[in-house]
């Protein structure tokens, strides 16, 4: 089904909808994000015409494809936004400790799962909500509580659509569709004022930026929307020749190479935002005038999805070029590009090694003979001898989700505060091998089991093992 003529309520469609306004919004609010998305645009356009290609050539997620993030405060809002989020096709996928780099926070990233889903809108939302019993001053964890049990970030009419489309979306039209993403995107909406004092602002933002920044507010408002571009260096080189007040560096894995893996991101600076604070009495008339800093523009560049033994490799060789960092008080880019030399560079070699994850596929062209021929191959059938033979062909599993060392990087360089050093060689450790408390309470929480991202890239693979070996009429098809 084309997703321009499917049902309004169609999950993919309401998510491709509903990013569509989002970024539409996000835009208006913060015009430094529609600069991006031109420079992105114009970058992308200039490599494609380099490979004698137009924007025709690229996939169709890639047009429409953002990620975004937010920030909640309670329990209660992190279960409504994952049932709003459900009914647009995404689910949580990975847990994420963000205390490990001394954020109060966990969370994980709502996103489509399947194949199709994928394919036809990747939108995903990297989701954390406060962890008060992290908060390390008693008066300042019972103001946060107070002022966010009286907040109410979904409006009675969204929670009435909500509760429709999850049990008979029959009765729905798509006039109510629309009306949910217009609710919806108040959710996301950035107000100029404060709920609080500027004095209370103050103090939780002394206690820690990102507590000021989730009580204080009418909204959980998005702080970036990220798209996604073909060629993350020159989009930094050109931020920073428009004069974007650009990230210093480009977190995750070197430039340079050949084959893209995991993710690489980069982001303009938080801007410094005019706030209106309320009086004490709760009026904003009278209130104080002061700033918040929040809200940046992420973009990403996207690699292959890497298999256990591919993330290995890679924490081995990151933290090992950290170690070389603080011993030789280097820049950790020309370290990184050096150390990961030891990564493959060749997709033939990351696949026969098991370095990535592959989506196989029956060549185009084959004819029924080719088909019939091979179930008389001596087994056990090989998957590397159907595609020397060229029966099959494969492509890297495009990497759907975050690095936390990465987003730790951009989060503390987007709070106006020290940047955690990048030579942490502990830091590092710490956020591979968190205990697994965390992941059970934000599971307990929202009633489901997160899986880690790394099982579902698996899974995608090996579908696409079985699809081929069902093609070819055998059992098995076995990878090396």
């Known amino acids: ?18 990013v569509r306004a989002l970024s539409d919004m996000y835009k208006t609010e913060v015009p430094l994000y529609g600069q991006l998305v031109d420079i992105v645009r114009g970058v992308d356009n200039c490599i494609l015409a380099a490979r004698g290609q137009s924007v025709d050539h690229l996939p169709k997620r890639h047009h429409l494809e ?9 329990q ?17 996928v990975g847990y994420y400790d963000l205390k490990m780099v001394g954020f109060p926070l966990h969370g994980t990233a709502f996103r489509p799962t399947s194949e199709e889903s994928l394919r036809k809108n990747p939108f995903r939302v990297f989701t954390t909500v ?19 049990s009286r907040r109410t970030l979904f409006s009675s009419r969204l929670c009435e659509l909500m509760d429709v489309a999850e049990t008979d979306k029959s009765d729905l039209t798509a ?4 009306e949910l993403i217009t609710e919806a995107l108040k959710v996301f909406k950035w107000h100029s004022r404060s709920t609080v004092p500027l004095e209370t602002y103050l103090s939780l933002k002394q206690e820690h930026p990102m507590v000021a920044d989730i009580v204080c507010f009418p909204s959980a408002h998005i702080n970036h929307l990220t798209p996604r571009t073909l060629d993350i260096d020159a989009v930094q080189a050109e931020m920073i020749a428009q004069g974007l007040p650009a990230k210093e560096s480009i977190e995750g894995p070197p430039a340079g190479r050949k084959c893209e893996i995991l993710l690489r991101q980069t982001s303009f600076k938080a801007l410094e935002e005019r706030v209106v604070f309320t009086d004490h009495d709760g009026s904003p008339d ?11 523009g992420e973009v990403e560049q996207r690699g292959a999805a890497v298999t256990r033994k591919g993330r290995e490799l890679y924490d081995r060789l990151l933290t090992s070029a950290i170690s070389l ?5 280097c820049a950790l880019s020309d370290i990184l590009t050096e150390t990961f030399r030891e990564y493959p560079d060749d997709w033939t070699e990351l696949r026969r090694q098991g370095l990535v994850y592959f989506r196989y596929r029956v060549a185009p062209g084959v004819t029924r003979d080719q088909l019939n021929a091979v179930p008389l191959l001596k087994p056990p059938i090989h998957m590397e001898q159907l595609l020397q033979i060229g029966l099959v062909e494969c492509e890297p599993i495009t990497y759907e989700d975050f690095l936390p060392f990465s987003a730790a990087g951009i989060f503390t360089s987007n709070l106006g505060a020290e940047p955690t ?11 591979q091998h968190t205990d697994s408390s965390g992941r059970e309470e934000l599971e307990r929480l929202l009633n489901r089991a997160i899986p880690n991202e790394i099982v579902l890239y698996e899974e995608l693979q090996n579908t696409s093992v079985k699809e081929c070996a069902t093609l070819f009429g055998l059992e098995e098809v076995v990878l090396a």
């Not at 050093?421 to 956020?431: A, F, S, V």
């Open 66 to 74: 953002r990620h975004g993030a937010i920030r909640l405060g309670t």
């Open 421 to 431: 050093r990048e030579g942490d060689e502990i830091t590092q450790r710490k956020l």
């Open 130 to 148: 406060l962890r008060p019993d992290l908060i390390t001053s008693s008066s300042v964890r019972k103001t946060a509580t107070d002022i966010l």
């Open 325 to 329: 960092v603080e011993t030789y008080q």
């Open 175 to 178: 006039n109510d569709a629309d």
């Open 1 to 18: 089904m084309d997703i321009e003529t499917a049902s309004p309520w169609d999950p993919d469609h309401l998510r491709s909808r509903f």
């Open 286 to 296: 009278g209130g104080k005038n002061g700033t918040h800093t929040a809200r940046f």
């Open 76 to 92: 209660h809002e992190m279960r409504m936004i994952s049932r709003l989020f459900g009914i647009m096709g995404m689910y949580p």
